[in-house]
């Protein structure tokens, strides 16, 4: 319903107001689906960071206890490499989620 100008009475009172209406065409349970999908999603997050933390922390005791430079960049390179892997491992878990998530009945 729409509200002309010559709707409203001169009386300078306010139209009443319009309802409005929001109207969802999920399946019965596509809402309930896609939040347990958002869910893996951020449980797979915090682990894989949780991780990071403690490997970030292990590679600090790591270099505290180097004795010479050779030890040093090794430690470090074998972190980097590592890290690497990790995310590039996390990447593939998060896409493999939202595939599921958003093709439940290919999963």
Known sequence: MTTHLR???LT???PPPQEVRLSWSFGPY????????????AEEVQEFYASRLRQDMALQHRLLHCTDPGTLFAVQAEFVQTAIA???????RLTALGQRMMAPAAA
Not at 30 to 41: D, H, S
Not at 86 to 92: Q, V
């Open 7 to 9: 709707d409203i009475p």
């Open 12 to 14: 300078g009172a306010p």
């Open 30 to 41: 596509a809402a309930t689906a896609l939040v347990e999908g958002w869910l893996e999603i």
């Open 86 to 92: 990790g995310y590039r491992g996390h990447f593939d």
